[in-house]
């Protein structure tokens, strides 16, 4: 079991409030990952990071944005939920020292913005 | 642009039968093809794996094969299991792989006892 951990596991929320999914790892992984899944299963990743100070958009555009003060840690903001941002959040992490890293996921966010 | 294309979107099988998912994938220069399980209300989980050097790996009821030529993979599950019934993803580094793993839509697998 990956030691990677997400909070709240649900949120239900009004429009134009300001969020912060929380995610963090114990593995001292310096990559980490926020995917977006959408109703029919599909993973989108929105945001990247490969080590402390290091964020970088990913293949989706999404209003959220990412910090990484911490290696551990890799919080996601809305500043405005919006109905639109109702979604799955997935975070992920992994060991950057192998190009090819499986990916460790946490059991997400379910976010819902009324 | 790079992507993964995964087959079929929902399989269901009777238990004790096989299941095969397959995906295609666009960057020749892919070498590294994990596929995950997603349990309900759980985050994908890794199940195998398999790098390009090798053509099948095998780990007890799950096995994967590789056919770079065709820039193909498939997913086989034996003797299938109620436990078995997940959404399974395929996917690859594409494009050098600085941006994460790209993954297929998904194949939701029903185990029909």
């Known amino acids: 079991e990956a030691d990677i951990y997400q909070t709240p596991r649900y949120l239900v929320i009004g429009t134009g409030k300001k969020i912060t999914l929380e995610c963090s790892q114990t593995?001292?992984?310096?990559?980490m990952y926020w995917y977006q899944q959408d109703p029919g299963m599909e993973l989108h990743l929105i945001h990247y990071s490969y080590g402390v100070n290091s964020t970088e958009k990913g293949d989706l555009s999404s209003e959220s944005t990412v910090s990484r003060i911490r290696t551990e840690h890799f919080p996601l903001t809305l500043e405005s939920a919006r109905p639109s941002h109702t979604s799955q959040y997935l975070c992920a992490s992994s060991d950057r020292r192998g190009v090819n890293s499986p990916l460790h996921f946490g059991n997400g966010t379910r976010l819902t913005v009324t | 642009g790079e992507n993964v294309e995964q087959h079929p979107s929902t399989l269901s099988v009777q238990e004790g039968d096989s299941a095969v998912i397959k995906c295609t994938y666009s960057d020749s220069a892919s070498n590294y093809f994990p596929w995950y399980k997603q349990e309900l209300g759980k985050g994908p989980q890794l199940i195998i794996d398999?790098?390009?050097?090798?053509g099948e790996k095998k780990d007890q009821r799950i096995a994967v094969t590789l056919n770079k030529t065709a820039k193909h993979f498939s997913l086989h599950i034996t003797e299938t299991q109620p436990e078995d019934s997940a959404v399974y993803f395929c996917a690859a580094i594409l494009g050098g792989g600085a941006d994460g793993l790209t993954f297929g839509k998904g194949t939701h697998l029903i185990i029909q006892p």
């Open positions: 593995m001292g992984h310096d990559k």
């Open positions: 398999i790098r390009s050097n090798v």
